[in-house]
């Protein structure tokens, strides 16, 4: 109901951008953001958009990420610019109804598979 697209491998100071499609519901009613998962780390909220249209950004992406969504809310990207080693994880588009700044809660609402980001030179 959730896929993602757009990871890849990339030289660090590289771009990337991902993309998240709802099939057969929007977002609209839902907090929607992307989350990523390091290896050896839990899952943490990177971007999200509330219903209300405020944007979250962790501490150490923003400036450099930019989290968007069309008008109808049926698709949300990421545009992931200046990108660093540390970005390197797996991504994935889901919703939430708590907080961006609570750890994300897989076993509610809508989740992708993710999308792998390699960032390495």
């Known amino acids: 109901q959730v896929t993602e697209s757009g990871g890849g491998l990339v030289q660090p100071g590289g771009s990337l951008r991902l993309s998240c499609a709802a099939e057969?519901?929007?977002?609209?009613?839902?907090?929607v953001g992307w989350a990523r998962r390091v290896p050896g780390k839990g899952l943490e909220w990177v971007s999200g958009?509330?219903?209300?249209?405020?944007?979250y950004y962790k501490d150490d992406v923003k400036g450099r990420f930019t989290i968007s969504s069309d008008n109808a809310r049926t698709t949300v990207h990421l545009q992931m610019n200046e990108l660093k080693s540390e970005d390197t994880a797996k991504y994935y588009c889901g919703t939430t109804s708590l907080d961006f700044v609570k750890p994300p809660d897989t076993e509610w609402g809508f989740w992708g598979q993710g999308t792998q980001v390699t960032v390495s030179s």
């Open positions: 958009i509330y219903t209300d249209g405020r944007t």
């Open positions: 057969e519901f929007t977002f609209k009613n839902y907090r």
